[in-house]
């Protein structure tokens, strides 16, 4: 079946620094999610990408969908205490509607 | 307030028991999703359903049922023969192929 890896499991960084969550499909996607899950909370949906290629801006965060439909990364410039979280991605294949989720990325961030 | 309602909070199982999870949604969602996290996880599908009357089993249904009597409830039942049931439950909804819309979770142990 359809597996979606996340790396790195883990990451912490200084306030100020950069971080990137990369995401890698063993089938080629339809679409690509991103969520963000604070600790304690639940996943909240901040991005859809679609288009080969595609890249997509929420302020500090750059999201991509790779060439081939088979990867994508978040990339959070200069980082804050506020983005502590877990990142997931989720991918959809053209059979169903179902999301795969990828492990997720857990940053820490030091003031 | 649209959104999805899962309850208890927090729940204690006995051995041999079964328990129910209960997840309502007033988004007039058409899908709705259990999954299951275990601390420092991803998610894992269990069950979904896309339409009233009808669901189908995730990557983990073993151990689970699930039913679909009405459009805004799908609850989750977790059986005896469920041996590790300790984990986080989370319920989500979404028109079809969108963006997924989490329920504040249930955090599920074993007496």
């Known amino acids: 079946g359809q597996q979606v890896m996340q790396i790195p499991q883990y990451q912490h960084v200084q306030e100020g620094e950069d971080f990137t969550t990369y995401c890698n499909s063993s089938?080629?996607?339809?679409?690509i999610q991103w969520y963000k899950q604070r600790p304690g909370g639940h996943p909240v949906f901040l991005i859809q990408?679609?288009?080969?290629?595609e890249v997509k801006k929420q302020k500090r965060l750059t999201f991509q969908f790779g060439e081939a439909k088979k990867n994508s990364s978040l990339h959070i410039t200069a980082t804050q205490t506020t983005d502590v979280g877990t990142y997931f991605c989720a991918g959809k294949n053209n059979a169903g509607n179902m999301l795969t989720f990828g492990g997720g990325t857990r940053l820490m961030v030091k003031p | 307030d649209g959104g999805i309602t899962q309850s208890p909070k927090y729940l204690f199982r006995k051995e041999g028991q079964n328990v129910t999870l209960s997840c309502e949604q007033n988004?007039?969602?058409?899908?709705m999703y259990w999954y299951r996290q275990d601390p420092g996880q991803g998610l894992r599908l269990i069950y979904y359903?896309?339409?009233?009357?009808?669901?189908q089993k995730g990557d983990i249904a073993e151990g689970y049922s699930v039913s679909r009597e009405k459009k805004e409830s799908f609850p989750l039942t977790v059986t005896s023969a469920q041996k590790n049931p300790t984990a986080f439950y989370l319920c989500?909804?979404?028109?079809?192929?969108?963006?997924?819309?989490f329920g504040d979770g249930t955090r599920l142990s074993i007496l």
């Open positions: 990408l679609v288009k080969s290629g």
């Open positions: 989500a909804s979404s028109i079809p192929a969108q963006p997924q819309h």
């Open positions: 089938t080629t996607l339809s679409n």
């Open positions: 988004l007039n969602h058409d899908a």
């Open positions: 359903s896309q339409i009233v009357n009808d669901f």
